[in-house]
T-cell receptor, first 117, second 112 residues
Framework: GAGVSQSPRYKVAKRGQDVALRCDPI?????LFWYQQALGQGPEFLTY????????KSGLPSDRFFAERPEGSVSTLKIQRTQQEDSAVYLC???????????????FGPGTRLTVT | AQSVTQLGSHVSVSEGALVLLRCNYS??????LFWYVQYPNQGLQLLLK??????LVKGINGFEAEFKKSETSFHLTKPSAHMSDAAEYFC??????????FGAGTRLTVKP
């Protein structure tokens, strides 16, 4: 497809379970971002990759959160031992190389809604 | 540190009326500024962006925004609201590339 895709779209996990959320960026996009959007809030930055390198993970809320992008394309956000406060929509976005500021834009996927019960 | 403040979590207008959604930012460097729209159960869609070119930026669906450095504002406007404009709108600032920070959002309701 032409856009950013995410799977699954909905995930229900019991507290303590591990989950893995997948993001397929737009082909050729160098940068990939993960955001967490709590109900009624704006997206909050979690982490950023440039190709396979994770350049910024300052937004990850705890060491239970882990993201990877081993081949510089698909990315997985993993949450270990899920807690109720992890319930949110997890958004993925991708962008071309940032060199051309004039055309810079992040393209967002539809998100994965995680509910921890 | 950069941040965004959206004044008014809910805005309600009548169909055909002016839409004004407010956004103020703080940034230590000249920023990129964005407005995104989010429809229910969908991702964010870019409406428009300011990248240090013209201060009045025109976007999709008849929206525009004006960058005012002296007021540190980037308010979103549309002359005539349509029912299909009902959605959540997010202002965002990105001063350094790849460091985007979003406001809390404004929910726009359009009354017939």
């Amino acid at each position: 497809g032409a856009g950013v895709s995410q799977s699954p779209r909905y995930k229900v996990a019991k507290r303590g379970q591990d989950v893995a959320l997948r993001c397929d960026p737009i082909s050729g996009h160098v940068s990939l971002f993960w955001y967490q959007q709590a109900l009624g809030q704006g997206p909050e930055f979690l982490t950023y990759f440039q190709n396979e390198a994770q350049l910024d993970k300052s937004g990850l809320p705890s060491d239970r959160f882990f993201a990877e992008r081993p081949e510089g394309s698909v990315s997985t956000l993993k949450i270990q031992r899920t807690q109720q406060e992890d319930s949110a929509v997890y958004l993925c976005a991708s962008s071309l190389d940032w060199v051309d500021r004039g055309s810079y834009e992040q393209y967002f996927g539809p998100g994965t809604r995680l509910t921890v019960t | 540190a950069q941040s965004v403040t959206q004044l008014g979590s809910h805005v309600s207008v009548s169909e055909g009326a002016l839409v004004l959604l407010r956004c103020n930012y703080s940034s230590s460097v000249p920023p990129y500024l964005f407005w995104y729209v989010q429809y229910p159960n969908q991702g964010l869609q870019l409406l428009l962006k300011y990248t240090s070119a013209a201060t009045l930026v025109k976007g999709i669906n008849g929206f525009e925004a004006e960058f005012k450095k002296s007021e540190t504002s980037f308010h979103l406007t549309k002359p005539s609201a349509h029912m299909s404009d009902a959605a959540e709108y997010f202002c965002a600032v990105d001063p350094n590339n790849n460091d985007m920070r979003f406001g809390a959002g404004t929910r726009l309701t359009v009354k017939p």
